[in-house]
């Protein structure tokens, strides 16, 4: 996924489990790192980044600054992987325009009392927008929506735990490219396949994000 | 002195020869030398007569046997009646009760051409047709969602049940709004004055049905049943099971004057599991339910101009059908919801000739549907949307005889739905009679659907159908029927029919696995296809110790997807066989059922992998989400087969009947020898080795109840 915001864009490749065997002979039983990858990023106007391989096994960094590259201008975006099987996978993002970052300061809201309402413009190139509610106490919530987003205080998550703990909870609402859209919209349906990806020679996604709000909430 | 001899006289008379129902047999013996009706001497006025009369010898008289014909027999003779299955309640309690219930809707998937891929789905494939694509009526009025538990139980109250009318192809122009089949649940007339009733006690669910006649040709009755599980639980653990279903449905049959009769019906049912928790995260509601009223003014006219014929049927009538979903589930962390509003007006006009029926009739309805949800989860449709349908349909049909060994049914209907389409709809059926036994049938007929579910075919569990109507963005599904047949009584009481099919949609449209909720019109995609095959059915009419039947399916379904991809449809069960029978002695009646059936096709899982998220406050990979998100990878859409499943229910009843009372108890197994029959399969690639485990349909059930009827 690529971060406008981000000066470090991470690719993560990993190799889906099958019941076949890893690169040591040995029965996979999870997703295994893809090492030795060539991860290559080109951008809208044809700028070649290669990626490096990062500190996590199968995760690679590239510094778009590195190479006078700016991801917050938008534009289309390829990717290219050569993994060390001679695999080829390609794809391609259109990266939203990037807006000014807008942050509201730590506020206090409370949940009995206070429902969240945000409105922001619509962003061009952005497919959707994605609300991720985070706390340190309660697994993240997420939700796609238009340009407007109103959460009750009270609200609760599909686990029936809260959206809004007593905690600080921080919210941020990025544009998202219709590849991101497209692929996390869902929840993974065992009768219905991969959803569409934007991604040739792999399962997955090459999408992009640009983070455009935070809020940030003490909840009482 | 004359002299008084008791003269035996044999009688065998219908029970029912009013309702049409299956003759029974009745033995009388003349206590008194008075002859029987009909065979009275014309002149009994003279005391000469009766002198003469008394002095003669004792006449042993022949056996009359007099017989309704029965309804089957009386379709077959009258009408072209291709694909009809006609069965009354008699012969659909014959089957063995499913999961201590009888159910007239299982017991419907026993006969030819229905298909129910598993014992945990709402739906009935008809001829390989898509669940949704069944007219399922009440006495003529819709019902939507006609099912409890999840699909495990019908809603209709079995001692409620007159008779089932199933029209599985080429059904004429009256019927329309479906692709497949119509399902015609007639209640049942109690025309026996005072009050008559039934009562079943079942380890699940107790039902009570009362009824009897209503002045001269008139009935009434009304039924409940409730299922108990619940309170019996509390009673040990409070809450433990917080689930139960009711259903309450009356009918009432009545003669106005000037020859009008009324006829009216209401059903009332719902599904509530409602689990409380001192943490509102925990608390769970789920409500769903159905609510059907309906009433027919009909009139017989004769005296009819020549021109015309020589008598007319008048019909109107008018209903109210709904439906009601509410789920919230985590305390309302996830909201879903499902209605249905339908009203109707429809009326007909029906002429008869010596050769010819003309019928004439229309109908307007409107619904508003509406489908939502707040959080996408899978197996569910992920779309929200609220919608109103209006639609306009009229109809002409023209039964015609030329000879007496040839009818010809031909009609054609109108559809019209605002905002989307209007379509004309021809309807021909023809039935050759090669011999008063014997007759060779043949239908062909288009037919036009805009209402349809969003409930997906390759989901083996469908608890519900969430019913969404056509619109500028999506219109019609269209279908053809070719139909062609033999039918053969074998002798009085044996049929057999053998019916070969061809179904070809032309314009289909399937729910969309991928829908995006922030856009209208994406909902279902286009699918095209055909579905062909033959069914046979020799069925045994009960008339003594014996009656049953053996049904037997063959289908072959083709489906080609907006990609091009063709694929076999979820619901492409190649063989099915029922054999089913019940056999009465003095004290016991024992009933079985069998079925062999071949497995339906599913898409195999050949891999997983976690779904990370791209976490932008950490600008970081996270599994850190409400829900754990595995990525299956499948192989080819419905690529595998399920193994072939079987199954043996068996009951045994006993008879007793103190007076008036007839008590009835009952012992029911299902899956008799626990035959692991799978409903699909659960992968897992991480364990060493990957795993599949195969999940169960229903294991051996067996069940004690008790009847009684009065």
Known sequence: VLDTRATLQRVLISRAATGGLDSNGARRTDDEPVVGAEVTIISPTGVSMPATAAATPGEYEIQPNQFGVDVAQGGAFSLHIRTPLGEEVTGTTTVPVAPAMDTVPLHVFFRQRDTLRLAWPAVPGAQSYEVVVQSLDMPEYRKFTDTTIVLPGTALTITGDDVFPYAPVNVMISAVDANYYDYYRAQSDPFAGTPPRGLTGAYGVFGSIAPMLVDQLQVR | ?710
């Open chain 2, 1 to 710: 002195m004359s002299r008084r001899h008791v003269s035996p006289v044999r009688f065998e008379l219908s029970q029912h020869l009013t309702t049409g129902l299956v003759a029974g047999v009745v033995l009388l013996l003349a206590l008194a030398a008075r002859p029987a009706a009909g065979q009275q001497p014309t002149n009994r006025d003279s005391a000469e007569k009766r002198d003469s009369l008394s002095r003669r010898r004792p006449v042993m008289l022949p056996t009359v046997r007099t017989e309704a014909p029965r309804t089957e027999r009386r379709l077959f003779t009258s009408k072209p009646n291709v694909s009809n299955l006609s069965v009354s309640a008699r012969d659909l309690q014959r089957a063995p009760r499913f999961f201590a219930e009888a159910d007239v809707l299982r017991s419907l998937q026993l006969m030819p051409g229905v298909e129910a891929r598993n014992d945990f789905t709402a739906g009935m494939n008809v001829r390989g047709g898509e669940a949704d694509q069944n007219l399922i009526l009440l006495d003529g009025y819709p019902v939507y969602n006609p099912f409890h538990f999840g699909g495990l139980f019908g809603t209709f109250i079995d001692p409620a049940v007159g008779r089932v009318d199933m029209l599985t192809g080429g059904f004429p122009a009256p019927y329309g709004g479906r692709l497949s089949s119509v399902l015609n649940v007639r209640s049942a007339e109690e025309d026996r004055p005072g009050l008559h009733g039934t009562s079943e006690l079942s380890l699940i669910a107790s039902t009570l049905s009362l009824g009897g006649a209503l002045g001269s040709g008139g009935s009434w009755l009304i039924a409940g049943r409730r299922t108990y599980a619940d309170q019996a639980i509390n009673l040990v653990k409070r809450n433990a099971f917080p689930y139960h279903f009711f259903d309450l449905e009356g009918h009432v049959a009545y003669t106005l004057p000037a020859s009008f009769r009324f006829s009216a019906t209401g059903y009332g049912g719902d599904d509530l599991l409602h689990f409380d928790a001192s943490t509102e995260g925990e608390r769970q509601h789920i409500l769903w339910g159905n609510r059907v009223a309906g009433a027919t003014l009909s009139r017989p006219f004769t005296g009819l101009p020549a021109l015309l014929g020589d008598s007319a049927v008048f019909e109107q009538r008018v209903s109210q059908s709904l439906f009601e979903l509410s789920t919230q589930i985590s305390g309302g962390g996830l909201d879903l919801r499902s209605n249905v509003r339908d009203v109707r007006a429809g009326g007909s006009i029906t002429v008869y000739a010596p050769t010819h029926t003309h019928s004439i009739g229309y109908e307007l309805a409107r619904q508003r549907l509406g489908y939502s949800v707040s959080y996408p989860v899978p197996l569910f449709p992920v779309d929200s949307l609220e919608q109103r349908v209006a639609s306009v349909s009229a109809y002409v049909d023209e039964l015609w005889r030329p000879r007496s060994s040839l009818m010809i049914e031909s009609g054609v209907r109108y559809d019209r739905v605002r905002g989307v389409q209007s379509t004309l709809l021809p309807r021909l059926s023809v039935k050759y009679f090669m011999n008063e036994n014997f007759a060779l049938t043949a239908a062909v007929g288009d037919y036009a659907q805009w209402i349809r579910s969003l409930a997906r075919e390759d989901i083996p569990l469908r608890p519900v159908d969430y019913w969404i109507g056509a619109d500028s963005l999506t219109p019609m599904s269209r279908a053809r029927h070719y139909v062609f047949g033999i039918e053969r009584w074998v002798t009085p009481s044996r049929q057999l029919r053998i019916e070969g099919f061809y179904k070809r949609y032309s314009q289909l449209l399937e729910p969309n696995a991928f829908d995006d909720p922030q856009k209208l019109g994406d909902e279902f995609v286009p699918v095209k296809g055909w579905s062909t095959g033959a069914d046979l059915l020799l069925r045994q009419f009960d008339t003594g110790r014996f009656g049953g039947w053996i049904s037997y399916t063959y289908t072959l379904n083709s489906r080609i997807d907006a990609s091009g991809y063709r694929f076999f449809p979820s619901q492409d069960r190649r063989h099915d066989v029922n054999v089913v029978g019940s056999w009465k002695f003095p004290r016991y009646t024992v009933a079985a059922r069998f079925n062999l059936a071949s497995g339906t096709p599913y898409t195999r899982m050949t891999g997983q992998f976690g779904r990370v998220r791209y976490d932008p406050f950490n600008q970081a990979y996270t599994t850190e989400t409400n829900l754990p998100e595995v990525q299956f990878l499948t192989g080819p859409r419905n690529g595998e087969r399920l193994p072939l499943s079987q199954r043996l229910d068996v009951s045994v009843t006993r008879n007793f009947s103190p007076g008036r009372l007839t008590i009835t108890p009952y012992l029911s197994i299902m899956n008799v020898y626990n035959a692991h029959n799978v409903f699909g399969y659960v992968y897992n690639y991480t364990a060493l080795p990957p795993t599949r485990i195969s999940l169960p349909q229903l294991p051996i059930f067996p069940t004690i109840g008790l009847s009684m009827s009065w």
